[in-house]
């Protein structure tokens, strides 16, 4: 509303958090406590913008969470499949504690002195009225927008991360490669040099295009980070004006009310839009938005609600690794793009939450442009890809000059790992400065009673491995029992867990690092081996880290057994000896499981022309289904020894072994999100002490060397 037209009692201050106070308000915070997993302020402070005093607001509902954060909250912490139920359930109770709010502040100001009437016609409110509710519907859908793009961005930022540590590691392989190339040239003859110099050629060439490579993406990602700063700051501007909207619809209702002595009836609540993109940056790609563009969007709004435009201001210096101090938002949930939160001392800190110190609650309309700076690259306050500073950044920063793939080919003391923003990779140092959530599950787990719901640890595990990990239960009742089993509730032991404080939990084959990476699952015990894909990621899986190796167990294959000589296989009838995979006739039929070591290795070899005569093999999502079917549909199932080991058991007149072993070992490790680095240290201290109960418990394998044996050393806890 325009000033000269505010003659009526304000019923609040202009900026911050809608203050709760309200039954409405407590079944909001009831509800955002249920989200947040019973984590505490102090958690939600380490992993989400704003104090620990504004999130104990939050919580307590004391203040109502902003729409953009919980946005952010809800799609950082409910699996995808359910974030749309939990977004509608978190709009609808953040509007109806607005709304309640609202009531609370008008019976305030209804039962203080009377103010001066309102000066201006009834005509005049009712049009401030209608314009101020147009400017909060179009600040609900800009910041539903912004959110989804921030997503989107996210997202492509991460595959990027991805992309470039691929290429970083070729380009460590083509160094390595014309050093190696040089050294030997230096002690050739002189023929074997001239041939040695087209080889490093070869190199060089491939050096200069992999850097080239690395460049583009670099630009890539300088661009994305670029457009989600912007996307970050647009979400907290367009919230601010969206409460400033809200406040004022209010206000101007109860002016019309006391002008015509009519009850005007507040708006029906207005469902907000999902997280969909929506039409605000005209002819512009999804994932593009320009610093005009977001400025003609919210001075659009600004105009709707009668504020004034407002102008971007001159982009500061950017210095190489040096802190640029800025001029200061006295707020105390700034993230820098180094990916720390930055904060102020605690006692300033919670004077910037809760207002004290002579301060008002809520800034002042001068420092409405101000607002600190935006939340992190996933929305959560995790750590940012670094990049130059986006739209009205305020506070103290970290500037670098490009991104972290530049700097590693500038022979720089920063890399990849320590920026990016899906968190430490996996030759990380096993040390972090925020507890991960894993870690954040397992403490929780301990504190919790056995009875209480939801703060269980939770374990991933194989359900239908005979001998080693099987659910004889049911789904409800299950009855976990085998050798992985036991050497679980080990670890979990030594990790000072109670059986009742840990819950297990069956994950397929293909979905491991799915399960670890969205928090489905803490830790994954179950025949898992340790390769350089996991620990690296893949296109579609996200990386993942080990403690162990803890056993090793060679690649071994299955067969059906020919019921009249049983030292040999039966293949469609036939009886064949099979003492190496090339004697595996090609009419065979051949099981292989989704994500398992052996369906890598036969798909490699073959694509390196070996073994033309093996027909393609099937693939299924689990080793149960393949040797189900190995009497009437598949005549070989190729897998780890340890695992074969177990459906022999079951049917040794069925079934034989083959004799041989092919490709590498496998060994077994405990498995981890990419981000538990503190608590894959607790884990393989609970390994080292737990040594000799691990060779008891796989005594029954190991005692067979072709089946499985113990590693020597855990090279994954160094």
């Given at each position: 509303m325009y000033e000269e037209d505010q003659e009526t009692r304000p019923l609040r201050a202009r900026k911050g958090p809608v203050p709760g106070g309200t039954p409405a308000a407590d079944e909001l915070a009831e509800w955002l406590n249920k989200i947040a997993g019973g984590r505490t302020a102090q958690q939600m402070e380490s992993r989400f913008p704003y104090g620990r005093t504004q999130w104990s607001d939050f919580l307590k509902g004391r203040k109502l969470i902003p729409l953009w954060l919980l946005n952010s909250v809800v799609t950082t912490l409910v699996p995808p499949q359910h974030q749309q139920l939990h977004l509608a359930r978190g709009h609808e109770l953040l509007g109806k504690a607005e709304r309640a709010a609202a009531a609370a502040a008008a019976g305030k100001a209804a039962a203080s002195p009377p103010a001066r009437p309102p000066a201006g016609t009834a005509h005049e409110y009712k049009d401030h009225l209608s314009n101020a509710r147009r400017g909060q519907s179009m600040a609900r859908e800009t910041v539903q927008s912004l959110s989804y793009l921030v997503q989107l961005l996210t997202g492509e930022m991460q595959e990027l991360d991805h992309r470039c540590k691929s290429l970083e590691d070729e380009l460590d392989r083509a160094r390595r490669q014309l050093q190696q190339q040089q050294e030997a040239n230096a002690t050739a003859n002189q023929q074997r040099a001239a041939e040695n110099r087209k080889i490093a050629a070869g190199f060089q060439q491939q050096i200069a295009e992999t850097e080239q490579r690395l460049a583009e993406l670099e630009q890539r990602h300088e661009n994305f980070e670029q457009n989600l700063t912007r996307a970050q700051q647009g979400q907290r501007e367009a919230e601010e004006l969206r409460i400033e909207a809200f406040w004022q619809t209010e206000e101007n209702r109860l002016a019309v009310n006391q002008l015509t002595g009519?009850?005007?009836?507040?708006e029906p609540a207005e469902e907000i839009p999902g997280l969909l993109p929506a039409p605000l940056w005209g002819d512009s790609?999804?994932?593009?938005?320009?610093?005009?563009?977001?400025d003609t969007r919210m001075n659009t709004i600004r105009e709707q609600i009668g504020l004034p435009s407002t102008t971007a201001p001159e982009e500061p210096r950017i210095i190489r690794g040096r802190v640029v101090p800025g001029p200061s938002a006295d707020r105390a949930d700034k993230t820098s793009t180094s990916g720390k939160p930055v904060h102020t001392p605690p006692a300033d800190r919670a004077d910037a939450d809760s207002g004290t110190a002579g301060k008002p609650s809520h800034p002042t309309d001068n420092e409405r442009q101000d607002h600190g700076a935006a939340p992190s690259a996933n929305?959560?306050?995790a750590p940012q890809a670094s990049g130059r500073p986006g739209r009205k950044r305020r506070g103290p920063r970290i500037a670098l000059i490009g991104t972290a793939c530049l700097a590693l080919l500038a022979g720089g003391g920063l890399t990849w790992n320590q920026l990016r923003e899906r968190g430490p990779?996996?030759?990380?140092?096993?040390?972090?400065?925020?507890?991960?959530q894993a870690m954040i599950a397992l403490g929780e787990a301990k504190k919790a009673g056995e009875s209480e719901e939801g703060s269980k640890f939770l374990v991933g595990v194989k359900s239908r491995q005979p001998g080693?990990?099987?659910?004889?239960?049911?789904?409800?009742?299950?009855?976990?029992?085998?050798?992985?089993?036991?050497?679980?509730?080990?670890?979990?032991?030594?990790?000072?867990?109670s059986e009742g404080q840990y819950e297990f939990v069956s994950v397929p084959t293909e979905d491991r690092e799915k399960f670890l990476e969205k928090g489905k699952v803490h830790i994954f015990i179950g025949t898992y081996g340790i390769t350089l894909e996991r620990l690296k990621g893949q296109p579609d899986k996200p990386p993942v880290i080990f403690a162990g190796p803890y056993l090793t167990t060679p690649q071994r294959v299955i067969l059906q057994r020919h019921p009249k000589r049983p030292d040999k296989a039966k293949i469609n009838g036939r009886d064949v000896t099979v003492d190496a995979l090339t004697d595996i006739p090609e009419d065979a039929d051949i099981c292989l499981v989704e994500g398992s070591t052996a369906e890598k290795y036969i798909k490699d070899e073959k694509e390196k022309g070996k073994f033309p005569s093996l027909k393609k093999p099937s693939i299924k999502s689990g080793y149960s289904i393949c040797i189900?079917?190995?009497?009437?549909?598949y005549d070989a199932v190729m897998t780890d020894a340890a695992i074969l080991a177990g459906f022999l058991e079951n049917s040794p007149e069925d079934y034989i072994i083959a004799a041989f072993a092919f490709g590498e070992e496998e060994k077994y490790g405990i498995a981890l999100g990419r981000e538990s680095h503190d608590l894959r240290k607790k884990v393989c201290d609970a390994m080292r002490r737990a040594s000799k109960?691990?060779?008891d418990i796989y005594r029954?394998?190991?005692?067979?060397?072709?089946?499985?044996?113990?590693?020597k050393k855990m090279d994954q806890c160094k």
């Open positions: 009519q009850d005007t009836p507040p790609h999804v994932l593009e938005i320009t610093e005009a563009q977001l929305g959560t306050g990779g996996p030759d990380a140092p096993i040390t972090s400065n925020l507890p991960s080693l990990s099987e659910n004889q239960g049911t789904e409800a009742d299950p009855d976990w029992v085998g050798l992985e089993i036991e050497y679980a509730k080990k670890i979990l032991g030594e990790l000072g867990l189900d079917e190995l009497k009437d549909r109960d691990r060779n029954k394998l190991t005692a067979d060397r072709k089946v499985a044996s113990v590693p």
